[in-house]
């Protein structure tokens, strides 16, 4: 009777375990993008880019999360010898499609952005973006997350056009509080 009552216990408890994304719980993490571009045949023609985005969000309901990311990018053109800055806020929302209980989750996020460019004379930007792809729970607090990602930027700093990047991040996410 006591391993039958054990059993129940460990079972009961490993879905309480995996429970990550239940309403109530608050989300805290980031994620870091770098690329390294050449263009041309020139040596010369080199960027390089670095991303560092923050994020916090809470789960309003089972699954469904929304906060703010903010983004940090440092792009460096060799070709010119030009360096910029940008800053970005932008609300996200985030849904998790399994249960759970699953120790590797599928999501799509997608937020709307809004912040300043450039090197010394800053000028306006927006932006949209969605993402998607694995969240791996490593704990039962902690997940590693792999997504492919669009975003299309505009305002003054783009002119009439918009500039569009695909690409791959990695992030980490702490999952506190709830149940």
Request: proline share 2%; net charge neutral.
């Amino acid at each position: 009777m006591k391993k039958v009552l054990f059993a129940a216990f460990l079972l009961v408890s490993s879905n309480a375990i995996f429970a990550q994304i239940n309403k109530g719980q608050w989300l805290v993490g980031g994620q870091v993008n770098f690329t390294s571009s050449k263009y041309g045949d020139v040596d010369d023609s080199k960027n390089t880019r670095f991303e560092i985005s923050p994020n916090a969000g809470y789960f309003f309901i089972d699954k469904l999360a929304g906060g703010l990311r903010l983004s940090y990018i440092s792009d460096k053109d060799k070709t010119d010898d030009d360096a910029s800055t940008q800053f970005t806020a932008a609300p996200f929302v985030r849904y998790y499609f399994l249960d759970a209980a699953q120790k590797v989750n599928i999501f799509a996020d997608a937020s709307y952005g809004f912040g300043s460019t450039g090197a010394k004379d800053k000028e306006s930007l927006n932006f949209w973006a969605i993402q998607a792809g694995p969240a791996v729970f490593l704990t039962p607090n902690t997940a590693l997350e792999l997504t492919l990602g669009y975003k299309s930027f505009g305002g003054d700093a783009y002119g009439d056009d918009r500039w569009k990047q695909f690409g791959v991040n990695i992030g980490f996410q702490i999952h506190l509080g709830g149940k």
